[in-house]
């Protein structure tokens, strides 16, 4: 039986790849689009191991409709999905 290649290692691995190698051989040109390959590569690559990446479309409705106006809970958890969706996006604005 084959073994299941685990994808973040993949990407990380490809994106290693693309940066070390294929990079600098790269004409100037192309270069930017390189890097923006490399950057939305780690994104995927950070979004795949993220826990509770799914949005919550229970949760927005309820805001929405005021039901949870009165919850003390809601500020933190709010607070602790922004950390999870920038530790993917956007890990340094940590």
Do not use: C, Y
Not at 6 to 14: C, H
Not at 71 to 84: Q, S, V
């Amino acid at each position: 039986m084959l073994e299941k290649p685990d994808p973040k290692n993949l990407l990380e691995t490809a994106r290693a790849l693309l940066l070390e190698r294929l990079l600098p051989a790269l004409p100037e040109s192309a270069r930017l689009e390189a890097r923006m390959v490399a950057s939305a590569m780690a994104i995927a690559a950070r979004g795949i191991g993220a826990a509770n990446s799914a949005p919550e479309p229970e949760l927005a409705a309820a805001i929405r409709a005021g039901a949870l106006d009165d919850d003390p809970g809601l500020l933190p958890r709010l607070r602790e999905r922004a950390r999870e969706r920038l530790a993917v996006s956007n890990p340094r604005a940590l």
